[in-house]
C-alpha cells in the first residue's frame, strides 16, 4: 500500500514547531489540525520542551503526521 501525503507543508510545520521560542508552543499540531493537542502542548510549555523536541524531530525525518494520519 503506497503512503498517503498530506496537503500541508512539511517546511510550515517545521517553522511553526519552532515557535516554542516564542512560547507558542503547539501551533505546529493545530496547523495539522490535531487541535486538542496542540492546546494540551501549548499550556504545558511544549510539553516542557520535551514533546516539542520530539515532534521537531519527527517533522525533519518526515514521520510527522496529520490528524488523518497523512504523512506532512
Known amino acids: ?3 498517503e501525503y498530506s496537503t500541508r507543508s512539511r517546511t510550515t510545520t517545521f517553522l511553526l514547531s519552532l515557535l516554542i521560542l516564542f512560547a507558542l508552543g503547539g501551533v505546529h499540531r ?3 489540525g490535531k487541535v486538542w493537542t496542540g492546546i494540551l502542548q501549548f499550556l504545558t510549555g511544549g510539553g516542557f520542551v520535551i514533546w516539542q523536541v520530539i515532534d521537531i524531530i519527527m517533522i525533519l525525518c518526515g514521520a510527522f503526521r496529520d490528524k488523518e ?4
Request: hydrophobic residues 40%; without cysteine; glycine residues 10%.
Open 1 to 3: 500500500m503506497e503512503e
Open 30 to 32: 493545530i496547523y495539522a
Open 69 to 72: 494520519g497523512r504523512t506532512i
